[in-house]
């Protein structure tokens, strides 16, 4: 079992990758493409949204990076088998404080965390999570979450032990201790800003959603965004 990444749409074992002739290496990235793009409608499918949020277009337009976790033991021509991926990527975040004051961070977020129903509590969450904490090397405590599910949340607490949460007027949660040694650039705000001035809110993935005139068939049929226990199904 092994683990890779990719940085927006194309690192797989970058020698090997390189040194494929031109024929084989574009092969490769359609496939992995094709990966991306299944695992983002398998991950939709479990959170219940209208849409992917994870997708290899959308990898190639922003900054994130996917952390794939696959099965080498599994016998499917020699090709082994995908079990999960955590999509991180760092965020302008306007966020509250203990005392309530706004703070302009760009930290590190769990943007989408997803693993195959049939292999779930397993320990591949675990395995997959703590993989990218050594890559990204940053502390548990120090990520902002979007939108985590009730089960994320308890993986976050068994795992990790973070409990206490901030409260926040967006859709990201922090934990105690994110302001404590915070690696990102922690700006405040003016103080004689008025709130109403401020927009505590960052665009999510999940927000690009809700602001499509017309989503494509078929989820053009629903207009409600709801959400079910599924972001960190591990």
Partial sequence: MWLTWW????LLHPISFALCPPLQRVDLQQQLMTIIDQMGKASAKAQNLPAPITSA???QTNHHVLYILKDNEVKTAGKGAIIGFLKVGYKKLFLLDRH?????VEPLC???FYIHESLQRHGYGKELFQYMLQRERVQPHQLAVDRPSE???CFLCKHYNLQGTIP????????????????APVRKLPPKRSEEEIKPYSL???EFLKEEVEPPWPFNQSHSLTRSSSLGNS
Avoid: P
Avoid at 7 to 10: E, G, H, Q, R, W
């Fill in 204 to 206: 999510t993935d999940r």
């Fill in 110 to 112: 769990v943007l989408d």
């Fill in 100 to 104: 309530g004051a706004h703070n302009e």
């Fill in 151 to 153: 089960k994320l949340l």
């Fill in 7 to 10: 940085f927006y749409v194309a």
């Fill in 57 to 59: 277009s959308r990898m």
């Fill in 168 to 183: 926040q007027v967006n859709n990201f949660v922090i934990f105690e201790g994110f302001f404590a040694d915070q690696h």
